[in-house]
């Protein structure tokens, strides 16, 4: 979201605690019984010419529809259910909200124009796509928006903020569009900076914030063009706390994010795409102490595995007057370090891979889909670096074939001039469309480049195992089968994966498909080792360690720990014969990975082993001597084919 140049941010510890005291709290209602979502079937055929099918997924770097075709999301945010108050005076006063647009936790202009006239001007504009705000605080709103909200829409009367949301979602998939939703907040409070939405836990807890993302995932379930959850935005520091990225802590983003993922595939829709944005902002803003963007740059060294590995989609934020390392702040607060517009069009291509679309590379652990979700510019803007920023961003996401979501898609004329659709009080279009609007051609040429289409083969997939602070079990097989190793810490690759990799220390393991796709036999008949009986006689294939190893026929998916001692192995039947033969790949005193890094480096600085592409792990060894790690020193390697 466009940050108010984000001078509140840590410039005054008063002023921000005097902010953090006047933000709203959640109003407390009874919900919809979750086993009952909304009914958003009935809708509006959608346009003829509109092909993709629901739901999506993910082929490597590409998002892809049911037919494995490309699914570019080229989108915009219809921003206003996330709140509009600025945090200071009356709420009822316009001048108190962000450009004097008072949204009344709504999508913006439907005080305006009909809905319908709001869609077409959408699909004139390109898009196929809404990313659609909404606070935590709109869900449980009892009262019903007042009738000036909706003047342009007299069939939306009388309905609470979260039954306007229904309808906007309803009119949206109804033409055709997919919604991809965000928890933008958790109050209905303007964002960003020290404002009680800093993390998805600022006004409230983990596990609330958990809850209400299975409501909504729910309640739109019926809705297959309801494509995707954005988990939350804009995750930053608060007065005293940086989020952090795995720490095991309660300001961990990338703990909570794997949580309300699992929950949202497991207990409410499993069609969703995820979309886990990078950590927004960390440290103070003063030049001399310790401050930085980090985006998305910590998934290099521990990405998320999700139980279904085909629906993450990683995202990142790029606005013209913040940096890499520079807040956006004017004035107070402000630090001597560029901002995006400051740099040269190579170094700004440089700092969008390295923060971002790195993701994209194909065959690592962290490999998904980047979505840019919030990227803008005003179209009063005269400033001649923040012009060619924009030109130089929308030429960057042209050449690498980008999806997008420009901020904001619509606000008042006369009052947000960053918006690309304006209306004025008799409904009125101005905006982007227009001949004048200086960000027409960058726009056409983002619109109108030459893009990737029709089928996306299938890609090999690579994901990370950790167990830093507890069980990664990404298998749904093996979750039915209950607790396979009580008291230990548990990882498992996700359904249609394989165990290829493991780090002497460092707790981490690799999974894959390559070359042989989902090896597993149908059913869940499963193996848990913990001893050498299944190594046959003459087979010692490590001598003086323990050998946790398969039953022929078998190949490895987990593994367990206890501290950093191995504990157990897991394994399941191959659905087709497998070799028996093997090689020891030895790990305990240097890495031992094939040579062309295939999966990436799964557990930086920590000696790793990892099978060939043609093969499958069949065994652990470990030692227990004194003096030695326990961890897993050798993997058993055997041919995928005898």
């Given at each position: 979201m466009q940050t108010d140049r984000f001078v509140k941010f840590l410039t005054a510890l008063t002023l921000s605690f005097a902010l953090l005291n006047t933000a709203p709290s959640a109003v407390a209602t009874e919900r919809p019984p979750a086993d009952s979502p909304v009914d958003l079937t009935a809708h509006t055929a959608p346009?003829?010419?509109?092909?993709?099918?629901?739901?999506?997924s993910t082929r490597g770097?590409?998002?892809?529809?049911?037919?494995?075709?490309?699914?570019?999301?080229?989108?915009?945010?219809?921003?206003?259910?996330?709140?509009?108050?600025?945090?200071?005076?009356?709420?009822?006063?316009?001048?108190?909200?962000?450009?004097?647009?008072?949204?009344?936790?709504?999508?913006l202009g439907l005080d305006r124009a009909p809905l319908s006239d709001?869609?077409?001007?959408?699909?004139?504009?390109?898009?196929?796509s809404i990313r659609l705000p909404f606070s935590n605080e709109m869900i449980h709103a009892t009262t019903p928006v007042p009738d000036t909200a909706v003047a342009a829409n007299p069939q939306l009367r009388g309905k609470t903020p979260l039954e306007v949301y229904d309808a906007v979602v309803a009119a949206l998939t109804g033409d055709g569009f997919a919604v991809v939703l965000n928890n933008h907040?958790?109050?209905?409070?303007?964002?960003?900076?020290?404002?009680?939405?800093?993390?998805?836990?600022?006004?409230?807890?983990?596990?609330?914030?958990?809850?209400?993302?299975?409501?909504?995932?729910?309640?739109?379930?019926?809705?297959?063009?309801?494509?995707?959850?954005?988990?939350?935005?804009?995750?930053?520091?608060?007065?005293?706390?940086?989020?952090?990225?795995?720490?095991?802590?309660?300001?961990?983003?990338?703990a909570a994010a794997q949580l309300a993922a699992d929950r949202i595939l497991t207990e409410a829709n499993p069609d969703l795409l995820i979309v886990v944005e990078g950590i927004n902002w960390t440290g103070l803003p003063v030049d001399g102490l310790p401050h930085d963007?980090?985006?998305?740059?910590?998934?290099?060294?521990?990405?998320?595995?999700?139980?279904?590995?085909?629906?993450?989609?990683?995202?990142?934020?790029?606005?013209?007057?913040?940096?890499?390392?520079?807040?956006?702040?004017?004035?107070?607060?402000?630090?001597h370090d560029p901002r995006y517009q400051d740099l040269t069009r190579d170094q700004l291509y440089q700092v969008l891979g390295d923060q971002a679309f790195f993701v994209t590379t194909e065959g690592q652990h962290y490999t998904a889909p980047v979505w840019i979700s919030e990227f803008g510019v005003g179209a009063n803007e005269t400033g001649a670096a923040a012009r060619t920023w924009f030109g130089n961003i929308t030429d960057y996401f042209a050449d690498h074939d980008a999806d997008f979501a420009y901020w904001p898609l619509v606000g008042w004329e006369g009052h947000d001039d960053w918006a690309l659709l304006r209306y004025d009080t008799a409904g009125h279009r101005y905006g982007i469309l227009d001949q004048d609007d200086w960000r027409a051609p960058a726009w056409n040429h983002l619109m109108t480049a030459?893009?990737?289409?029709?089928?996306?083969?299938?890609?090999?997939?690579?994901?990370?195992?950790?167990?830093?602070?507890?069980?990664?079990?990404?298998?749904?097989?093996?979750?039915?089968?209950g607790d396979w190793d009580s008291g230990a810490y548990k990882a498992v690759c996700p359904d249609g994966l394989r165990l290829t990799g493991l780090s002497h220390t460092g707790r981490r393991g690799l999974c894959t498909d390559t070359t042989a796709g989902d090896l597993h036999?149908?059913?869940?008949?499963?193996?848990?080792?913990?001893?050498?009986?299944?190594?046959?006689?003459?087979?010692?294939?490590?001598?003086?360690?323990t050998k946790l190893?398969?039953?022929?026929?078998?190949?490895?998916?987990?593994?367990?720990?206890?501290?950093?001692?191995?504990?157990?192995?897991?394994?399941?039947?191959?659905?087709?014969?497998?070799g028996l033969s093997g090689r020891t790949v030895w790990f305990d005193r240097s890495d031992n990975r094939p040579s062309d890094g295939a999966g990436g480096d799964f557990a930086q600085g920590h000696y790793k082993g990892q099978c060939a592409a043609d093969e499958y792990a069949a065994g652990i060894a470990f030692t227990a001597r004194l003096g030695s790690s326990p961890g897993p020193a050798a993997l058993l390697c055997s041919p995928l084919r005898p």
């Open positions: 346009p003829l010419t509109d092909t993709w099918q629901p739901p999506l770097r590409y998002i892809v529809d049911a037919q494995g075709h490309r699914f570019r999301l080229k989108s915009a945010n219809w921003d206003g259910a996330q709140g509009s108050w600025t945090g200071s005076g009356s709420t009822a006063d316009p001048a108190n909200h962000h450009a004097g647009q008072n949204s009344y936790g709504i999508p709001l869609l077409a001007d959408f699909h004139e504009l390109g898009i196929n907040t958790n109050t209905t409070r303007w964002c960003c900076g020290i404002d009680g939405n800093e993390r998805w836990n600022s006004s409230q807890s983990t596990a609330q914030w958990a809850d209400d993302w299975v409501f909504m995932a729910r309640r739109y379930k019926a809705d297959p063009r309801v494509v995707g959850a954005d988990l939350y935005n804009e995750v930053r520091r608060d007065i005293l706390d940086d989020p952090n990225w795995g720490l095991g802590d309660e300001h961990d983003w990338y963007r980090p985006t998305l740059a910590p998934a290099r060294t521990l990405s998320h595995t999700l139980v279904d590995a085909h629906k993450l989609v990683y995202s990142a934020h790029f606005y013209g007057y913040t940096g890499p390392r520079h807040s956006g702040a004017t004035g107070v607060g402000e630090t030459a893009s990737r289409t029709g089928d996306v083969p299938q890609v090999p997939v690579w994901r990370m195992l950790a167990t830093d602070h507890g069980d990664a079990v990404e298998s749904l097989r093996v979750r039915r089968g036999a149908a059913g869940d008949t499963q193996t848990v080792v913990t001893d050498e009986r299944h190594v046959p006689a003459g087979g010692d294939w490590a001598g003086g360690y190893q398969c039953p022929a026929g078998q190949f490895l998916i987990g593994y367990s720990r206890r501290g950093e001692r191995v504990s157990a192995a897991l394994c399941v039947p191959a659905r087709v014969p497998l």
